[in-house]
């Protein structure tokens, strides 16, 4: 089939495992990765560019990636909830402009200015899979605890761009279907500090991806526009 992925944030843990797992895949000819640290990963299929969204240096290596034919899959698996400044508010008094524009930043900006970006090679491909890695705590209808004020916020607004972009695209092809997608409660530096507190599974990064890459496989053109947990249920914005 002789597929092609660009993979966002290969250095974490579950942009990495998606990385491994389409090298794994017969079907994919070539897998490029996008990320801020190294992919931890060699194989003949892997080609790593360096980028950070905060470093507007790094935006010119994306030109490489619209030299390509096509693409067929881009998996945006990026994402912040905190740094050494920053930290999940349990308030509104712990909210500041300085983690709130960060945490903007990378969940919602940078992802969105990289697509535009990266218009050219979509609209020169047949049918693209666009996949943002969002978080059931964005979805208003299911937040019965609050805060994490500036995280929820941030991936509530790029649930409402994933469904801008989706109608957007379907104007340009009806098979390009773009979606966000909840990977469950994994393994990784976002999540550690949190983990202590998970009543239900965690999982490990490999076992998320195996069942998201299912969903991503089974995908059609009416889920564009939508949310997704790891099990392909449907999640209310
Ligand atoms: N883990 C969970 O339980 C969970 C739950 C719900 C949603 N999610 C979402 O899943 C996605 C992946 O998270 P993860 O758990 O795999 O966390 P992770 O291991 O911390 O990965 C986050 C990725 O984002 C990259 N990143 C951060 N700042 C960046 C910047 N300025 N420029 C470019 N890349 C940057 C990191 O790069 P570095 O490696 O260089 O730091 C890393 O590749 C995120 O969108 C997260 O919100 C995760």
């Known amino acids: 089939m002789n597929r092609k992925i660009l993979i966002v944030g290969s250095s974490g843990s579950i942009g990495l495992a998606f990385t491994k797992y389409y090298s794994l895949d017969p079907n994919v000819e070539r897998i490029v990765t996008l990320s801020r640290g190294p992919t931890l990963i060699t194989d003949k299929k892997i080609h790593s560019i360096s980028f950070d969204y905060n470093d507007e240096k790094t935006y010119v290596n994306i030109d490489e990636i619209l030299q390509l034919e096509s693409i067929d899959k881009i998996i945006i698996a990026t994402g912040m909830l905190h740094e050494s400044d920053i930290k999940p508010e349990k308030s509104i008094y712990d909210i500041n402009i300085n983690s709130l524009s960060k945490l903007y930043k990378i969940n919602v900006f940078g992802p969105m200015l990289l697509i535009k970006k990266l218009l050219p090679l ?110 392909g249920s449907f999640i209310d914005p």
């Open 122 to 231: 979509i609209k020169k491909s047949d049918a693209v899979k666009i996949i943002f890695l969002t978080a059931r705590v964005a979805s208003i209808a299911d937040n019965e605890l609050g805060g994490w004020y500036g995280y929820r916020s941030s991936k509530s607004a790029l649930n409402m761009m994933i469904k801008n972009l989706s109608i957007e695209l379907k104007r340009i092809s009806k098979k390009h279907i773009v979606i966000g997608i909840h990977p469950g409660t994994v393994r990784s530096k976002l999540s550690q500090p949190f983990l202590g507190h998970v009543k239900h599974e965690i999982f490990e990064p490999k076992k998320s991806v195996e069942l998201m890459g299912k969903v991503i496989k089974e995908l059609v053109s009416e889920d564009t526009g939508k949310c997704f947990d790891f099990s």
